[in-house]
């Protein structure tokens, strides 16, 4: 009789198989919840960044927009204490000049104050609003009929739903635009063909621009450089608070304070 071979009795009894199966299957479910864990993170990530480097570049562009907030009486000389009476001639080209377009107030430009046909840029805003001709374009096309000025206005606009993804809506937010032109000394803004609309900042539950003026040591929620009260004077700084909301339930609520570069009470004023 022969004896059965070693090799005949070798191999796995069925509890080892089955034990390694559940180990798989173990294994396999910790990978998967890994995996999901990882990309449900990763997509956090992506909206928190995409959220936060949106306000920042949204403040950043309205930033180097105030920074450079420009007016024509920067260029001027100091008026004199005691200013010698205009002569017929210079009251009559005065007359005329107020007679045709220079003479009249438009959005952006104040009538011109004197015979030289100099005009103001005239700044206007509100709590919601703010309007005013800055230097801040960049010409990028050669050629092209443009230069340094800019007509640029943001403006706070109804966005009744905001829908993130499908999990999180937020009703009643509103979106900040960005108007702006290259046709500085155009008038008739309806007509302006250069004039471009964009949305730069969504998600907008909170917002409000508050003017401080230096002189008065106060803020204001409103201003216009071609009242009497501000006659040919722009804020020295502006101040922009607001709230919004993101995606993943995000939310920021943050403060900016802005502040022209340029000498706006003149070349030869003293800070």
């Known amino acids: ?34 995996t999901t864990t990882t990309f449900r993170i990763r997509d956090a990530l992506i909206h928190e960044s995409e959220f936060f480097n949106g306000i920042r570049l949204a403040m950043g562009v309205m930033e180097r927009d105030v920074n450079l907030i420009y007016s024509p009486l920067i260029m001027m000389p100091t008026p004199s204490a005691s200013p010698t009476a205009p002569s017929p001639a210079d009251a ?11 003479g009249r107030q438009s ?12 005009r103001p840029s005239r700044l206007q805003g509100t709590s919601e ?23 640029v206005s943001y403006e706070l606009k109804s ?43 969504f998600g907008i539950l909170k917002f409000r621009f508050e003017y401080y003026s230096k002189p008065k040591e106060k803020w204001a929620t409103s201003w216009d450089s071609d009242s009497q009260d501000t006659k040919n004077e722009y804020p020295d700084m502006v101040r922009v608070t607001f709230e919004a909301a993101g995606p993943s339930r995000l939310r920021y609520q943050g403060i900016y304070y802005l502040k022209s570069e340029v000498p706006l009470r003149g070349l030869q004023t003293k800070f």
């Open 92 to 102: 009559q080209d005065m007359a005329n000049i107020m007679s045709q377009e220079l």
């Open 129 to 151: 609003k703010l309007s005013f001709v800055a230097a801040s374009h960049v010409r990028v096309y050669k050629g092209t009929a443009e230069n340094e000025f800019l007509k």
């Open 159 to 201: 966005d009744p739903v905001t829908v993130f993804d499908a999990k999180d809506t937020v009703s009643g937010a509103r979106m900040l635009t960005r108007t702006s032109s290259t046709h500085v000394f155009f008038d008739d803004d309806d007509r302006d063909t250069f004039k471009r609309t964009h949305s730069v900042l």
């Open 1 to 34: 009789m022969n004896k059965p071979r070693e090799s005949d009795s070798a191999g796995f009894t069925l509890l080892e198989v089955l034990i390694s199966i559940v180990l798989l299957v173990v294994i396999t479910i910790a990978i998967f919840q890994a």
């Open 107 to 118: 959005t952006y430009w104040a009538p011109a104050f004197d015979r030289t046909g100099v």
